[in-house]
């Protein structure tokens, strides 16, 4: 065994363009899209997609917006073959929208490919043999000279081929296979010849699709090669330059957009990135990373989970939870400092803003995700996303003490049981903590005094006994602590004092909150009623029953009811 494995690797050589001008660039506008779901995607997956797939995944594209589709190898199989006859004798092709397939350079399969074609309105017919000096060598055993007159010759084939079948308006697209792989001048000299002879002009181009078939470099020196191509190559004006990045260093949405930025025109990929080993191309990642630079992408990812839902279906691959921009995960926030950030940026956020939440690049409702899982509360999570699950689900806006009081219950509860909690569990713990929806009754009963104060009396159930309140003070609150205090040995007092309305219309609710200083205790008590006063009131008794509960509340006369 090598002692030093990693010495049988060769390391990938840096290309000299010193006056590159990819990194100034910016992309201001979408390219051509080429979906190769049907065939790049379909050829790595451990099941290929029956009719009834492929199908759905054809309509599906065609609902997203891409104008150009390749819907198979036809010459491969029985099942592409008839795939395509299907898709062109049931008129299931829309007339904005163009299909491609691809064939190798062997005359029978380029005989079968057009016979596959027949009566389609348009078709692009794509053409590949590796260039790679490993493929030359090793697979094809050919030379230079060889490799250069096995693509001129296939792509004259194909040039009379498609002048014998009028009816269609073909397109052609070559692809130098394992371009990233090859020596530029080669890739340039193939791609020269090949665009020779099939003769295209400006205002019917050829298609030159550079591949990272494997990616071995770093995406800079894919921009490098596709750069120096798009300067060198001849007729570019009559080329249409596009690229076919693979992600086996993990970095093909890297490759497609610093390419986009080298010169390229057009680009293939797969929805969420299937394709042969790491996959193809994400196509979404690029569409959408475009959408959050300002830029319409020409693809509709509205409703991103249904596409999902249908890539898995035809896949039979699931799209993993931090998959970018469709992922279960992928908006949701679970830690602290995160949540309290977006809680905060949301609530500054005015119709009609920039979109500039903090963790959140792009707005999920823009995809048809709600904002329901973009904070979720475990161990991690501070008061912010307490505080918003409990604003976003149930409308309680805690004033901020009370947010860090509460968040403090809750990591008590996380800390026993270090399970997730949604916002159904942190209504019930903050229900349970401040007895809301069962407080006590108080029976108030609210008057005026002969020199004008405000007169309460009620009956207040405070946990260690049930008391009766007559007081008279300044509003209902203050008569009600005046009340209160004549009775308590512990004095209480009213430091602060949030409301806001639940709800609307008869079923509307008031909740009040109040921050209490009971002896030598600070803490809150939260009240709910349909009366503002009431409500006051029960967040009052509220914070007692909790100070009675911690033992911090002492009563001096025992006037029951
Ligand atoms: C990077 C890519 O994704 S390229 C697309 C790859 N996709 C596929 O291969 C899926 C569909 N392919 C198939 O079903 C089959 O490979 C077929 C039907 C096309 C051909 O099958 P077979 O004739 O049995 O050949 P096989 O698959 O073993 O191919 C190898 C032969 O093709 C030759 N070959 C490979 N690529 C090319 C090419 N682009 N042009 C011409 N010949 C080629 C090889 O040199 C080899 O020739 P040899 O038999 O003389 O050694
Ligand atoms: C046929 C070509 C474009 C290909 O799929 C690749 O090189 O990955």
């Not at 409990?390 to 049981?417: A, C, K, N, W």
């Not at 049930?466 to 008569?479: E, L, N, S, T, Y």
């Not at 009623?529 to 509220?542: E, G």
Request: glycine share 8%; with cysteine; proline share 5%.
């Amino acid at each position: 065994m090598l002692k030093q494995p990693h010495l049988k690797y060769r390391a990938f050589a840096p290309i000299s363009l010193p006056d590159r001008r990819w990194p100034g660039v910016q992309i201001t506008q979408a390219p051509l899209w080429l979906s190769t779901d049907l065939r790049d995607g379909n050829q790595a997956l451990i099941e290929p997609m029956d009719p009834e797939r492929k199908l759905r995944m054809f309509q599906m594209l065609v609902k997203i917006g891409f104008k150009e589709i390749e819907v198979g190898f036809p010459s491969a199989s029985q099942t592409d073959f008839d795939f395509v006859r299907m898709l062109i004798e049931d008129g299931q092709i829309p007339d904005d929208v163009t299909i491609q397939v691809l064939t190798q350079a062997r005359q029978p399969l380029i005989e079968r490919t057009f016979e596959s074609l027949v009566g389609a309105k348009r078709a692009v017919v794509h053409l590949y043999n590796a260039v790679a000096p490993v493929m030359r060598r090793v697979v094809l055993g050919m030379t230079e000279d060889q490799i250069v007159d096995l693509a001129v010759t296939h792509t004259a084939m194909i040039r009379e081929m498609a002048a014998r079948q009028p009816e269609t308006d073909f397109r052609f697209e070559y692809s130098p296979e394992m371009f990233s792989g090859t020596e530029l001048a080669f890739s340039k000299r193939v791609v020269d010849a090949v665009t020779e002879a099939w003769g295209p002009t400006p205002e019917r181009k050829i298609i030159i699709n550079l591949p990272t078939t494997v990616e071995h470099s770093t995406p800079n020196v894919f921009a490098d090669m596709v750069e120096w191509m798009h300067r060198h190559i001849e007729r570019r004006e009559s080329v249409i330059l596009s690229v076919h990045p693979h992600n086996d260093r993990g970095t093909g949405t890297a490759a497609a957009e610093l390419a986009l930025m080298a010169g390229a025109d057009r680009i293939e990929g797969c929805l969420f990135g299937n394709g042969e080993r790491t996959g193809n191309l994400d196509l979404v990642n690029i569409a959408l990373n475009l959408y959050t630079q300002g830029v319409p992408p020409g693809l509709d990812f509205s409703d991103i989970d249904e596409v999902r839902r249908c890539v898995e279906h035809c896949n039979q691959l699931p799209v993993h939870p931090r998959h970018p921009y469709v992922g279960e995960l992928v908006y949701t926030s679970f830690s602290g400092s995160h949540q309290d950030a977006i809680k905060k940026a949301f609530s500054a956020r005015k119709e009609g803003d920039i979109w500039e939440i903090p963790y959140l690049p792009i707005d999920p409702k823009d995809l048809g995700r709600s904002y329901e899982a973009v904070i979720r509360v475990n161990s991690q999570s501070g008061k912010g996303g307490i505080s918003y699950l409990l604003e976003s689900e149930y409308g309680i806006e805690m004033p901020r003490r009370l947010q860090i009081e509460f968040s403090q219950i809750v990591q008590g509860v996380m800390d026993t049981h270090g399970k997730e909690l949604g916002a159904a569990d942190l209504w019930q713990i903050f229900d349970r903590e401040y007895g809301v929806k069962q407080a006590p009754a108080l029976q108030p009963q609210i008057g005026t005094a002969e020199d004008g104060q405000t007169t309460v009396q009620a009956q207040a159930d405070l946990c260690v006994r049930m008391i009766k309140v007559d007081g008279q003070g300044r509003g209902p609150i203050d008569a009600f602590v005046e009340g209160l205090n004549k009775q308590l040995q512990t004095q209480v007092r009213v430091l602060d004092y949030h409301e806001h309305a639940l709800g609307s219309g008869a079923d509307a609710q008031a909740v009040a909150y109040l921050e209490l200083r009971v002896g030598e205790a600070t803490l809150f008590g939260v009240g709910m009623d349909s009366n503002i006063a009431s409500a006051s009131l029960k967040a009052i008794v509220s914070g007692l029953r909790r100070a009675a509960q911690r033992g911090v509340l002492k009563l001096v006369r025992l006037q029951t009811v």
